[in-house]
């Protein structure tokens, strides 16, 4: 589990863990990666890593969240799925991880096969605020709940293919053909 922060030090110093391991993963598979490696290329005392950090599975964690949130800030306080709204949603949405400061961690996450992580703290992150919305004796909240976890795995899964193509299409592009299915009856193939 990652350590508050309270200090714009701390902050910094976890930044850099969180960086070298991003630059780690670009050349070796997460698995090989050590505590040591992280260390070394943020260039922080080992002993220091556990003033932040328990292991690299934190560092990992918190990477993902830290990117969710940029995420949720950038794109998805304002995701609307009405008609005519859909499409620009879509833009925003693909846009954020077409970026290359995001394209690169995405295509780090899947290339270690690590993208059901961003996955599980997306669901978990939608979990948490759903359960400030509905009581706990709240019928809605199964249901909330239940379509938070489909449009999370939906979302993910175009975007991951997306990321597999190499990105080849153009967030609006990936939009138009997104917003197709998104707006036309359910199981309709055709297009």
Known sequence: ?????????????????????????RVMPYEKITVSGICEKASIPRRTFYRYFEC????LKWTLNN???????????DFRMEPSAVRESLVRFFGF?????????????????????????????????LAVICSSQDDRLERLTISAIMGTTAFFSVLFYWCRDKFRQNP???????????TSPLFSLQR
């Open 1 to 25: 589990m990652a350590k508050i922060c309270n200090s714009e030090l701390t902050a910094q110093r976890q930044y850099d863990l969180q960086n070298g391991l991003l630059q780690l993963m």
């Open 97 to 129: 991880w077409y970026q290359e400061e995001n394209r690169w961690k995405l295509e780090c996450l899947l290339e270690n096969g690590l993208e059901m992580q961003l996955v599980a703290c997306s669901m978990q992150k939608k979990s948490n605020e």
């Open 172 to 182: 609006e592009q990936m939009a138009d053909h997104t917003a197709h299915y998104l």
């Open 67 to 77: 990117l969710l949130e940029e995420f949720y800030l950038q794109v998805l306080f």
């Open 56 to 59: 690299k599975e934190d560092v």
